[in-house]
């Protein structure tokens, strides 16, 4: 059974840093994408940031200059490093994984809070 498992998220005044960490474990062959997704209170979940098993990276707008997305292949884990982190960052924070078992499947993590205090 495949399992993401988050950590790293916590309480942070503005202009602080957090890193993310989201782990996967079990049996499968191969991971694609590594993706990270927040959701605000009464918002939709939205895309954060994304890597591809080949390293591109993608970001959203707001996000962009100040969180930076990487993966360590081996570990089978994906980080996301925040920095200048704003009281509108304050979100739960998912990681997601294109995951290939006998078929490709999207796997989630938990989620994790990060708040941000002005």
């Known amino acids: 059974q495949v399992q993401l498992v988050e950590s790293g998220g916590g309480l942070v005044q503005a202009g602080g840093s957090l890193r993310l960490s989201c782990a996967a474990s079990?049996?499968?062959?191969?991971?694609?994408?590594m993706d990270w997704y927040r959701q605000a209170p009464g918002k939709q979940r939205e895309l954060v940031a994304v890597i591809t098993r080949g390293g591109s990276t993608n970001y959203a707008d707001s996000v962009k200059g100040r969180f930076t997305i990487s993966r360590d292949n081996a570990k089978n884990t994906v980080y996301l490093q925040m920095n200048s982190l704003k009281p509108e960052d304050t979100a739960v924070y998912y990681c997601?994984?294109?995951?290939?078992?006998?078929?490709?499947?999207?796997?989630w993590g938990q989620g994790t809070q990060v708040t941000v205090s002005s």
């Open positions: 997601k994984m294109g995951i290939r078992t006998m078929s490709m499947y999207d796997y």
């Open positions: 079990g049996r499968f062959f191969s991971i694609n994408d």
